[in-house]
């Protein structure tokens, strides 16, 4: 606790008495002082003395606003969000000593659940982040700041998706390093959008979310129509939530007609969703529902709620009252990469495949069956942490895991762009070579196990089919062409030699239905692409095909015949 008000204090006195432009507190320190119960009289008092003292201070409006967000006074908050955003698009705020990255974050007008919490998982950093609001309206991104990376901080919702139909054309041509460059990915987090894309991994259940208005709801609850015109194979009882709802806002367990003519009667919203309930409980009769976040590919932990109700939230499920439940949380977490990650490898591959995002989170539970039923996906989960660390001691370490590799991804994100990448190839001792468009994995991983460099691949490529587009995707016949042209001749097969370099294609773990090229160099999978889920591990479970020069299979090639030959099967001399 002094550690937090420590904190506090510290950024209190940066927005106060700086005279930096627009810089703000940010949701982290007022949040986390609301959470704990402090006195926030001294925050109150100054930002509207400043207020009061210039109503051109926009910072101060801002600041204004997520303190009132965060007391629940969601009106007046709307109010001086407005007011801030009438007067300037852009903020600041200062991390730590501020001499980390200055993080560029596309972000838009709304409540907690708009955007990314990015301010939660980079508090405990030196970055500056710098906030730049943009709505359906922004004409172009002319007047962003000098920033050494950019990320995608707007998340999906209804009100948000001209929004991010907007971003999708104003990030069209972007140059820089940036994460979750995708809006349209985002777009489709929607219940149902994560749902459909989902819906046929065997390793996952993603319960079918059907949108329906209040007159075909209506309709069920009259007896007029059954559950399956609306859900196909399904029947009492279901979930309804109004649309565009979180945290369980709206959200009730319907298992007849009446109970459905009630809630209608008890909400005002015009359109819902309709899922069949999924009993997740243990054979405790409790339900248990983890929030995990993914990070270029990678899975981290973020809490375990256990509770009596199968609405489980982490603020409901009296994890301050029950050890015991603290006790399965920090289990949970210490032995999540051993253990819950290696059980859920499978369904985790298929999350960042489908979705192909840099940054999401979900939230999910495990089934008696193996399966992981994921009930939403999302950019804005809150991802925080702000629990008593007397209470919850062990999640300090999870936590600093899971920021510190949000951290990493983005100074590798600029690293990729700005400088020679630290990792090398074994074989060659030349650095390692990535993607520059999402198709040219395979001139990559050419260059690397050839020893040329990106341009001369191309160059060859082309010498080979005039046709071939600079940035692929590239042809296997023009792989090999390249190769040829190198003074290699590769074979492809079902198994290789792990002590020779060699090209291994996988399962995209981005993009759905595709393959994927990355480099084993004779001692370490290097992955061209973003993604940070191509391990060994992963190339056991998802890989498709192994390409190395024949002079290095040649060991196994003899081997093969001489085993071949032994059995009966075919001569070694045979004609094909």
């Not at 480099?519 to 391990?535: A, H, L, M, N, Y």
């Not at 095909?545 to 090639?557: C, K, V, W, Y």
């Amino acid at each position: 606790m002094t550690e937090g008000l420590e904190t506090l204090k510290s950024a209190v006195a940066k927005a106060l008495m700086s005279e930096n432009s627009n810089l703000i507190l940010g949701k982290a320190p007022i949040v986390r002082a609301v959470f704990e119960g402090r006195d926030i009289s001294p925050i109150w008092d100054g930002l509207f003395a400043r207020v009061s003292a210039d109503l051109n201070d926009a910072a101060a409006f801002l600041d204004v606003s997520i303190l009132l967000h965060a007391i629940g006074e969601e009106d007046k908050a709307v109010i001086s969000q407005k007011a801030a955003l009438e007067i300037s698009r852009q903020y600041r705020i200062r991390n730590g000593q501020g001499t980390g990255p200055n993080v560029l974050v596309f972000v838009t007008a709304g409540d907690f659940m708009a955007n990314t919490p990015i301010e939660f998982l980079l508090e405990g950093s030196d970055a500056n982040l710098l906030l730049h609001y943009v709505d359906a309206d922004t004409a172009d991104l002319n007047d962003v700041p000098e920033h050494d990376v950019a990320f995608v901080a707007v998340g999906e919702s209804a009100v948000n998706l001209p929004v991010l139909e907007n971003l999708h054309r104003l990030l069209r041509g972007w140059s820089g390093p940036i994460m979750n460059n995708a809006p349209r990915l985002i777009m489709a987090l929607s219940r149902d959008g994560v749902a459909e894309a989902l819906k046929h991994e065997p390793s996952i259940l993603a319960p079918p979310a059907a949108r329906a208005d209040r007159a075909l709801i209506k309709r069920l609850a009259s007896g007029e129509i059954e559950v399956d015109a609306i859900l196909a194979a399904a029947a009492f009882p279901v979930i309804v939530r109004p649309v565009g709802t979180h945290a369980g806002k709206g959200m009730e367990k319907i298992s007849t007609r009446p109970e459905l003519s009630a809630y209608l009667n008890s909400q005002n919203e015009s359109e819902f969703y309709i899922t069949p309930f999924i009993d997740y409980s243990g054979t405790d009769r409790k339900f248990r529902k983890q929030r995990v976040a993914f990070i270029n590919g990678r899975p981290y932990a973020s809490h375990l709620a256990v509770s009596e109700h199968w609405m489980v939230h982490y603020l409901n499920a009296g994890m301050t009252q029950h050890e015991d439940r603290r006790a399965e949380e920090a289990l949970w977490m210490a032995n999540f990469d051993n253990d819950f990650a290696v059980r859920h490898a499978r369904a985790f591959d298929a999350l960042h495949r489908r979705l192909g995002l840099d940054y999401f989170a979900i939230d999910c539970a495990e089934l008696a069956d193996g399966r992981l039923l994921v009930f939403e996906a999302d950019v804005a989960m809150i991802v925080h942490s702000m629990d008593w660390e007397s209470i919850f001691p062990y999640k300090k370490s999870a936590m600093r895991k899971l920021f510190a590799a949000f951290e990493g991804a983005l100074a590798r994100r600029v690293a990729r762009t700005t400088s020679t990448p630290a990792i090398e190839c074994a074989h060659t001792g030349k650095p390692a070579i990535y993607q520059r468009t999402d198709d040219d994995c395979l001139v990559c991983v050419l260059a690397m196990l050839t020893g040329r460099t990106y341009e001369q691949v191309e160059e060859i490529a082309r010498s080979c089919d005039p046709a071939y587009p600079l940035g692929g995707p590239m042809s296997h016949s023009i792989m090999r062409g390249v190769a040829n042209k190198c003074g290699f001749v590769l074979l492809s097969s079902i198994y290789m030699l792990w002590a020779k370099p060699a090209i291994i294609g996988v399962v995209s773990p981005t993009v759905p239905n595709t393959g994927h090229a990355v480099f084993w160099d004779g001692e370490k999978i290097i992955d061209p692409g973003f993604c940070e889920r191509v391990d060994r591990s992963y190339v056991d479970r998802c890989g498709l095909e192994f390409t190395q020069r024949a002079s290095d299979l040649e060991p196994l090639i003899s081997h093969d015949a001489k085993i071949s030959y032994l059995a009966g099967a075919v001569a070694v001399s045979e004609p094909l």
